[in-house]
C-alpha cells in the first residue's frame, strides 16, 4: 500500500488547540474504509510512520484517530477511561457475543464483572494447571513424527478443549475441532458487520451472513446444552459455569444471571479464553522455528524439568519459555487494536478529538515501535529477561523503569489491556501459555513447510491467514 503523499494541518482551532490532527486524505469516499479492511496493519503502521503520534483519517463514513504513543494510551485505557465506550467493531460483535464481558458498557459490565471474577483469581487458575498440561501432553501424543499438521488449528482445539474443561467442565475435546471452526465462520464475518450499515447487511440473505447464522446456531447449542445440563443437575463443580449460576450480585440488584446472560459470558470465553492463546502458541511456534538459538534455549529449559509434565509449582522454573510468549505477543499481539469511542471532545496533546470520533490504539504499531523498542523487528525473548528489562507477567522494571529493551514506560506494552476493562483472563492466558508451549516443546520441534508464505490476519484477534502447516519433528 502506496503511502498518501497529502497530509494536512486543519487550521480550526478551539481554545488554542487544533481541533482535528494531522493525517492523510482519500481519494475517493471510502478509500480508507477498502484499503484498512483489506490490510488493516499496514495502514495503520504506515499512518503513524508518517503522521505522527496522533493521526485522523476518515473511515466507514466517520472520524477515526490513531493514537500510537504510550502516554495516550494509558490515558484512554486508565486515566480518562470514563470518557470512552467500546468501538463500533465490538458494538458489532454483539451479533456473535450478546452482552458479554467484551462488549457490555457501564454498570452492567462492571456486574458481569464482578460475578465472573472469582473464577479468575490467581488460586483458581493454579488449580486448572494440572488439566493444562495435560491436555498439552494428550494432543502432543497425538502427533506423529513427520507428520505436517495446520498449528493454528491444532492450538485452537487444544485451547478451546482446556476452556471447555476448565470454565465449564466440560469436556468438549472431541467436538473442538467441529466448535473451532464454527467459531472461526464466525469470526470471518467480522468484517462484513463492521462495514458501513453492516447492521442492516446482516439482515439480508448474503452467503456470508447465511454461514454466520448457521455457525452462532452451532455454537448457541453447545452453550445452551451446557447451562441446561448444570441447571437440571444443580450442581456446584467449582468451575466458571456453576458459579454464575449460583452468583448473586451483593453489590448491585442482588439477582443472578438469566440463561441468556449466561450464554453471552460463555461465548465471550469461548472466543476470548482460546482463540487469542491460540493464536499466540500459533505465533510462538512459528517464531521459534525461524529462530533456533533461542529454540534450542527453550529445550534446554524445558529438558531441565526431567520429562516431568509441567505444573504451576514449575513455572518458575520456566522464565524463558515466559519470555518467548511475550516476545511472540508483542511482535504478533493476538489483540492487535483496541477501540474506543469519544464520549466527549477530548483533548490529547495539543488537539482536541471530537465527540463521536473512533479512537485506536494499535498494539501491532506501538508494540514495533523503534523509538520504543531495541531491534524492534526482531524475535529476541531475552529482552524479557533479568538484566533484559523486566517480568512480562508484571510489565515493568521498578528499578530501571524500563522493561523488555523498551523505553517508553508500561504502555509501550499491553497485549491484554489495561484499566477496568483490562482482559479478566490475562492470568489464565499466562499460565495455560507457558505450560502448554514446554509440554509439546518437551517432545517436538516444529518446522514450516519449505515455501510456505505466512501472513497475518487482522480480524477480531491476529490470525494466521490460510492457517499454518508446519512439520512436526521428534526431539
Known sequence: MAAHPAGRERT????GRAILSTGPRQRFPGEFTITAARDPLTFLTRAAQRYGDVVQFSLGGGRAV????????????????????????????????????LTS??????????????????????????????????????????????????????????????LFDADIEREAHEIGDAL??????????????????????FPAVRRFERARDRLDATIYRMIAERRASGEDRGDLLSMLLLAQDTEGDGGGMTDVQLRDEAMTLLLAGHETTANALAWTFLLLSRNPEAESKLHAEVDAL???????????????????IAESMRLFPPAWVIGRTALVDYPVRDRVIRKG???????????????????????????WLAGGGGDPGKQGNAET????????????????????????????AWMEATLALATFAQRWRLRLV??????????????????????????
Not at 12 to 15: D, H, I, S
Not at 306 to 324: C, N, V
Not at 364 to 381: G, I, L, N, Q, S
Request: glycine share 10%; proline share 5%; aromatic share 8%.
Open 306 to 324: 526431567g520429562g516431568a509434565l509441567p505444573a504451576a509449582a514449575d513455572l518458575s522454573r520456566l522464565p524463558f519459555t515466559r519470555a518467548a
Open 450 to 475: 519449505p515455501g510456505r508464505v505466512v501472513e497475518p490476519q487482522a480480524i477480531i484477534t491476529l490470525r494466521v491467514r490460510h492457517g499454518l502447516p508446519m512439520t512436526v519433528q521428534a526431539r
Open 357 to 383: 470520533s473512533l479512537v485506536l490504539l494499535s498494539q501491532w504499531v506501538t508494540h514495533r515501535d523503534p523509538r520504543w523498542w531495541d531491534d524492534a523487528e526482531a524475535f529476541k525473548p531475552e529482552r
Open 401 to 428: 523503569g524500563r522493561f523488555g529493551g523498551q523505553r517508553g514506560g508500561r504502555f509501550a506494552y499491553f497485549p491484554f489491556g489495561a484499566g477496568t476493562r483490562v482482559c479478566i483472563g490475562e492470568q489464565f
Open 66 to 101: 490513531l493514537l500510537a504513543h504510550p502516554d495516550d494510551i494509558r490515558d484512554v485505557l486508565v486515566t480518562s477511561g470514563r470518557l470512552f465506550h467500546k468501538g463500533r467493531g465490538l458494538q458489532r460483535a454483539r451479533l456473535l457475543l450478546g452482552e458479554g464481558l
Open 105 to 166: 458498557e457501564g454498570e452492567f459490565h462492571l456486574r458481569q464483572r464482578r460475578l465472573a471474577s472469582p473464577a479468575f483469581h490467581r488460586a483458581r487458575v493454579e488449580s486448572y494447571a494440572d488439566t493444562m498440561a495435560a491436555y498439552a501432553r494428550r494432543r502432543a501424543e497425538s502427533w506423529r513424527d513427520g507428520a505436517t499438521l495446520d498449528i493454528s488449528r491444532e492450538m485452537a482445539a487444544y485451547t478451546l478443549a482446556v476452556v471447555g474443561k476448565t
Open 12 to 15: 480550526a482551532r478551539e481554545g
Open 184 to 205: 472461526t465462520a464466525s469470526i470471518a464475518a467480522f468484517n462484513f458487520m463492521t462495514l458501513p450499515m453492516g447492521e442492516l447487511l446482516m439482515r439480508l440473505p
